[in-house]
């Protein structure tokens, strides 16, 4: 059975440089099933590919188990290395289904830039590994399988660049509403004018006297003591001489627990006692700036970028169904 196997192999390769249509879908199949099976005569091959197989068919293309153990091997070594047991064959496995879908999708692709006429020079290439290179990659540019595998990198890029980039407009209606539909994620981050009244524990174990300290401070705030005093003779923070004024903060500059803590307090309020490793506090809020939102003129080169790269993903999933679509693909493996 290997021997047909690696027959099958052998016999399939010499039939990539026809075309599919050329040969017909059946008439290739047949080719495959009888060197499959042994009903032509055997030929010759090196010992070393013996235990190589066919992992899929794409149109006149073959994936090779060697290709995929290749591609393969970097994920196969970092799950090693952060999984074991059941849970990492698991994910063997999936890692395995995904590589054989890009491999798939690499082929399909490499197809369509070789019937579209899409090249890349050797001079190309040549550039491609100095820029690499220059950016501190270590590439031995007189190794075969390197630089066939940056022409097909530029390959893909140009291809996808003509089929897919190329065919992508972004409307200012269409920035307009990605404007309106996402304001969140174009807003000033809120600010705050605080102050604050910190209290410390003065040993170890001293949380629950400062605890005490704390609740007696709230309480006395509560019955109308002006802040200012209380912090400047009782709060532990540098900002104590200055009344426990903390100034302007912006929204994601403080511990979160005080942010979630701040959430719902009004200006001219003070909050609970608010644990942190600091400390104990005590903030009231002075002044609140009302949320403020990026002009669209200002963020426009951004969203148009944003809806660019949308739009790309999206006319790509498109352009790989029709590929796919369109193509004889049988996995084998």
């Not at 016999?11 to 008439?27: D, H, T």
């Not at 304001?183 to 910190?198: C, G, K, M, N, V």
């Not at 401070?217 to 509560?222: D, V």
């Not at 909050?271 to 809020?285: D, F, P, S, Y």
Request: aromatic share 6%.
């Amino acid at each position: 059975m290997n021997d047909r196997l690696s027959f099958a192999s052998h016999c399939v390769r010499a039939f990539k440089r026809f075309s599919m249509r050329s040969l017909g879908r059946r008439a290739v199949g047949v080719i495959y099933f009888c060197a499959w099976m042994g009903f032509l005569p055997a030929c010759p091959v090196e010992a070393a590919k013996l235990e190589d197989r066919i992992v899929a068919v794409v149109n006149s293309d073959l994936i090779m188990l060697s290709e995929l153990k290749r591609d393969l091997l970097p994920d196969q070594e970092r799950l090693r290395k952060l999984y074991s047991g059941e849970d990492l064959e698991r994910r063997l496995k999936t890692a395995e289904a995904m590589a054989v879908t890009k491999m798939i999708e690499r082929k399909l692709q490499l197809q369509a830039a070789k019937n579209k006429g899409v090249d890349v020079s050797d001079q190309e290439v040549t550039q491609a590994v100095q820029e690499m290179k220059k950016q501190g990659e270590t590439l031995n540019s007189a190794d075969a399988n390197t630089t066939r595998s940056i022409r097909e990198q530029l390959t893909l890029m140009r291809v996808v660049d003509r089929e897919v980039r190329g065919l992508i407009m972004v409307a200012d209606s269409e920035m307009k509403r990605y404007y309106e539909e996402h304001r969140d994620r174009f807003a000033y981050p809120e600010e705050y004018q605080l102050s604050q009244i910190l209290i410390k524990p003065r040993t170890p174990d001293g949380l629950s006297i400062a605890q005490g300290r704390a609740e007696a401070l709230l309480a006395t705030l509560k019955q109308g003591e002006p802040f200012e005093d209380l912090a400047l003779r009782f709060s532990d923070g540098a900002d104590a001489s200055r009344g426990g004024r903390l100034g302007l903060v912006r929204q994601g500059e403080l511990i979160p627990a005080l942010e979630q803590a701040l959430t719902s307090v009004q200006v001219g309020q003070i909050t609970g006692i608010v644990e942190t490793a600091e400390g104990l506090h005590i903030v009231r809020v002075d002044d609140k700036k009302p949320r403020q939102f990026r002009p669209f003129e200002q963020v426009k080169a951004e969203i148009q970028s944003l809806v660019f790269q949308q739009k790309t993903e999206d006319q790509y999933q498109i352009w790989m169904a029709d590929l796919k679509n369109k193509a004889y693909i049988e996995i084998k493996f």
